[in-house]
């Protein structure tokens, strides 16, 4: 079994994240920087922790935005997927997070197992996303506002860590 944290970051925010996510794993994993690795990746691991952040108004991070056509025709059957996103609630709030659920959905609809992505939306303050549960209720992962929230960054991740390490183990 491999784990692979696959991220993708502009200004280094996400790959401090999947740092601290690789931290707080405390399994054997790869820390993969997707401008590095490219999409030929996924076909080397069988379990995921996908990481990316949401800029301007609900777009990609420029790494994924750059394999963006050919992300979207990998196959995930048989594979295991987390995933976490980073955003801006106050500053964009009408697509917070959107880059994670747009991410989350290719990856669905390509056969994956999704884990960790019942992520309560509660003590986030965003008027829109795309990563959000049809009922509003939670995010297709774990969802980290640096910008605003930066002291509840820790403790978010030891508690998402807590719900997705029984699937990676």
Not at 71 to 85: I, L, P, Q, S
Request: hydrophobic residues 35%; glycine residues 14%; contains cysteine.
């Amino acid at each position: 079994m491999s784990i692979a944290i696959v991220y993708g970051s502009n200004g280094g925010a996400t790959e401090t994240a999947a740092e601290q996510i690789q931290k707080a794993l405390g399994l054997e994993t790869d820390l993969l920087d997707i401008s590095d690795a490219g999409v030929d990746c996924f076909s080397k691991y069988d379990k995921f922790i996908i990481g990316t952040s949401t800029w301007g108004e609900g777009d990609y991070q420029d790494d994924w935005d750059k394999i963006i056509d050919d992300f979207e025709n990998v196959e995930f059957g048989g594979k295991t997927v987390a995933f976490f996103g980073l955003g801006d609630q106050e500053g964009y709030e009408e697509n917070f997070l959107d880059a994670m659920g747009n991410l989350h959905d290719i990856v669905k609809g390509n056969g994956a197992t999704i884990v960790g992505d019942n992520w309560s939306t509660e003590g986030y303050e965003y008027d829109a996303s795309t990563a959000e549960n049809d009922d509003g209720s939670a995010f297709c992962g774990l969802g980290i506002d640096d910008d605003n929230q930066y002291d509840l960054t820790e403790e978010r991740i030891e508690k998402w860590i807590g719900i997705i390490k029984p699937h990676f183990e």
